[in-house]
């Protein structure tokens, strides 16, 4: 808990990543979270709260991200913008229009669009990797050059650039993470290591190299806390820093090794060294059968660029300013038994979710595109479901809603529409049934018929999907129109008929 601020506004990008849905739930019950992601809720298991409000949003096309953010200016008086969404890809290190997009313009917008709404801080997630692995002895700082040359890197580099710049407007602070993992792992070349280490695979006892490439972890929970403290400490730490969150002390491929298969196994497995030039041709010759049989493994040639290098740090300046440090039982040296316990209790979970995580970016979600296109022709969906409730022919069916104010009626179809839109962003169609409560309550009040009310939302169910069904852009997602409209409002009709039969009105 934050002790020094209380209900603060904080809009947090990338929420529905791996930190974002940790940083959510973390500061939800004491602030108002408004959480910008590509997943739903229900996909990642974020239970609904009254302090949040999740809105879907991809982060690639800018005018999605400047409405988005339009609507929520208009609505919340922004303090804090956490900027934690980013694009990695861990395959071929080449440029693409996603890391543009996504690490590039989203950054430049966000800072442009942050800077008007005159906020108290922006912190931007960059990471320990825009620096490359330091000569021999030596430590990668705060103030370290940022010198990596790959497409990420240069991503990185380029957003710190552009924060740095905002600083003279408004509070920023650039956060550099190490290689963050959970007790489920969820850090994919861990991930890979230890699915090899742990198995029976011809290769779960190789070792690239001498085995002593290092480089720093930290732990999930451990990073929220740095994040805390700088909220925590907002009055105090100027207008621009850079922090770092890391360990000081890099963890080596040979010991995770080590302390892995002791865990796994109860005994050390014994480790076969390859040279790094055997390593290199093994990784050239499994790649080359992969793109074969296009099934490439998740080592590539530019891993082998890092054999036996090592990457310490000195956070010395975060932690004296922000009184934070890495808890000592979150060190993966002896974190590394919860994740071994959560992978022999519960195998499919543990695999699952580090699977969900490799496959992060591909594709388009489907309920960000469906409530994308809800929101394109929200207008156009309104006045046709208004035009056939006022139609002359209609006026006995719809009696109560013909008598209503054209405003009243207008504000009431969007009323449905927008629960609708929540039940599509949250991936939860419940939201429909407690609206059909709500719904029920009033319109006995007003002696509505049963067969009227059902009637209308009858008729907004049918428009809604047939306009819907229409637009290319949704040809191959009838079955989610189906669940999250027709089977969302078809819920709602059930809930009221229950309740017009059992509650005395």
Avoid at 57 to 70: G, I, K, P, S, T
Avoid at 463 to 484: G, H, R, T
Wanted: charged share 25%; proline share 5%; with cysteine.
């Amino acid at each position: 808990m934050v002790a020094n601020i209380t209900k603060s506004t904080i809009l947090i990008t990338g929420a529905s990543g791996f930190i974002g849905r940790h940083l959510v739930r973390q500061l939800c019950p004491d602030h108002k979270i408004i959480a910008l992601g590509r997943r739903t809720q229900k996909d990642i298991g974020i239970e609904a709260h009254p302090n949040l409000d999740w809105i879907l949003v991809d982060l690639m096309d800018e005018v999605q991200l400047r409405n988005a953010f339009q609507k929520i200016s208009n609505i919340y008086d922004l303090d804090f913008i956490f900027h934690l969404a980013a694009y990695y890809d861990f395959g071929d290190q080449l440029p693409s229009e996603q890391y543009d997009k996504t690490n590039i313009q989203a950054t430049k917008t966000l800072l442009e669009l942050a800077r008007r709404a005159k906020i108290k801080r922006f912190i931007f997630t960059s990471s320990l990797v825009a620096s490359n692995f330091p000569p021999p002895g030596g430590m990668v700082d705060e103030n370290s050059e940022l010198d990596a040359t790959f497409p990420y890197a240069i991503t990185k580099q380029i957003g710190e650039r552009f924060v740095r710049e905002a600083s003279e407007f408004f509070p920023c602070t650039i956060v550099r993470l190490a290689a963050v993992f959970s007790d489920w792992c969820e850090y994919e070349p861990l991930y890979n290591f230890l699915k090899t280490w742990l198995s029976k695979r011809w290769d779960s006892r190789i070792i690239p190299g001498q085995g002593s490439m290092a480089i720093p972890y930290v732990h999930v929970s451990c990073v929220i806390g740095l994040f805390e403290k700088i909220l925590e400490k907002n009055d105090e730490i100027g207008n621009f820093n850079i922090f770092l969150a890391s360990s000081d002390q890099p963890i080596t491929l040979m010991d995770l090794f080590l302390k892995s298969t002791r865990c796994y196994n109860g005994i050390e497995s014994t480790p076969i060294y390859f040279s790094p030039a055997l390593a290199k041709f093994g990784v050239l010759v499994r790649d080359t059968w992969g793109r074969i049989i296009r099934k490439r493994p998740f080592e590539k040639m530019w891993m082998m660029n890092y054999l036996d290098k090592q990457f310490p740090t000195d956070c010395s300046y975060t932690r004296n300013t922000l009184d934070w440090h890495p808890k000592s039982r979150h060190q993966l040296s002896r974190r590394i038994l919860h994740l071994i316990e959560n992978l022999k209790s519960r195998p499919d979970k543990w695999h699952r979710m580090n699977i969900d995580r490799l496959r992060r970016f591909e594709g388009a979600r489907p309920a960000l595109l469906l409530a994308e296109e809800m929101m394109r022709a929200h207008e156009e969906l309104v006045d046709k479901v208004y035009t056939e409730l006022r139609l002359p022919e209609n006026k006995e069916r719809f009696s109560f809603y013909q008598s209503m104010k054209p405003e009243d009626l207008t504000w009431y179809i969007n009323v449905v529409f927008n629960h609708l839109l929540t039940s599509v962003r949250h991936g939860d169609r419940s939201t429909m049934i407690t609206f059909a409560q709500d719904l029920s309550h009033w319109r006995m009040k007003d002696l509505v018929s049963l067969d009227e009310l059902c009637d209308v939302l009858t008729t907004v169910r049918d428009i809604f999907a047939k306009e819907l069904y229409a637009n290319p852009k949704l040809e191959s997602m009838q079955l989610l129109i189906d669940d999250y409209i027709t089977l969302a409002i078809q819920l709602a009709i059930d809930e009221i008929k229950d309740l017009y039969e059992n509650i005395p009105h």
